[in-house]
């Protein structure tokens, strides 16, 4: 059961260019959450979906951002028009429910993106 | 100051001996999770332990809750180099879904 698999893993784009970003859970997984690292600090929560729904997206920022997670393929978190501060790891986590009490989150490798 | 700080913000420590780290939080919770990683890679989950419990272990790992406090504590015995790392403590709030709120980690060095 391969795990959370993160695609790119390293992204390098110039100012005001697209990036997007991949997650595929784990199998069996149904809920993705995609949580954004700078330098030296912890994972700030951007959102969190379920297929074809966004379940909370207070994370995220209003502009530029937008994440889904269709029925068939991976979740996708876009950037457009990146600027330099969208410069960071951005990390996907799956759970396969909602059980708060019980289910850790699986984390994958991260996409490390560089805006230059 | 966020949800979620570690003390202390960088701890360095000889092989053997024992490493202890702190989190606190702000809010309600349904389980705290510590979560280590190693620089530039993802994280890896240690231990979750449930707002009901006050006390759990997994090998060489202690984890302690106290909601009353709304703190926890990572007890690391008989530290070894492999166990240099950055660690994070995450909540789970009562709010539904398993939204994890990070502190800010706590950077271990383990020196031969």
């Known amino acids: 059961n391969a795990g959370v698999m993160q695609n790119p893993r390293h992204l390098v784009r110039r100012r005001g260019q697209e990036a997007r970003l991949r997650c595929s859970p784990m199998?069996?997984?149904?809920?993705v959450y995609w949580y954004r690292q700078l330098p030296e600090e912890g994972l700030k929560f951007m959102v969190y979906?379920?297929?074809?729904?966004?379940?909370?997206e207070s994370g995220m920022p209003k502009e530029r951002f937008s994440a889904e997670f269709p029925k068939e393929g991976p979740s996708i978190l876009r950037i457009q028009q990146v600027v330099r501060g969208d410069s960071a790891a951005y990390f996907c986590?799956?759970?396969?429910?909602?059980?708060?009490?019980?289910?850790?989150?699986?984390f994958g490798q991260g996409t490390r993106l560089t805006v230059v | 100051s966020q949800q979620g700080e570690e003390d202390p913000q960088a701890l360095s420590i000889q092989e053997g001996e024992n490493a202890t780290m702190n989190c606190s939080y702000k809010t309600s919770i349904n389980n705290l999770q510590w979560y280590r990683q190693n620089s530039g890679r993802g994280l890896v989950h240690l231990i979750l332990?449930?707002?009901?419990?006050r006390e759990k272990h997994s090998g060489r790992l202690r984890v302690t809750l106290d909601t009353s406090k709304k703190s926890s504590s990572l007890l690391i015995t008989a530290s070894r180099a492999a166990d240099t790392a950055s660690y994070f403590c995450?909540?789970?709030?009562?709010?539904?879904?398993?939204?994890?709120?990070f502190g800010t980690g706590t950077q271990l060095k383990v020196e031969l």
């Open positions: 199998k069996g997984h149904s809920h």
């Open positions: 979906l379920q297929k074809e729904n966004i379940i909370d």
């Open positions: 995450a909540t789970v709030g009562t709010g539904g879904g398993n939204k994890l709120t």
């Open positions: 332990i449930r707002s009901n419990e």
């Open positions: 986590a799956s759970s396969p429910g909602t059980d708060s009490m019980n289910t850790e989150a699986f």
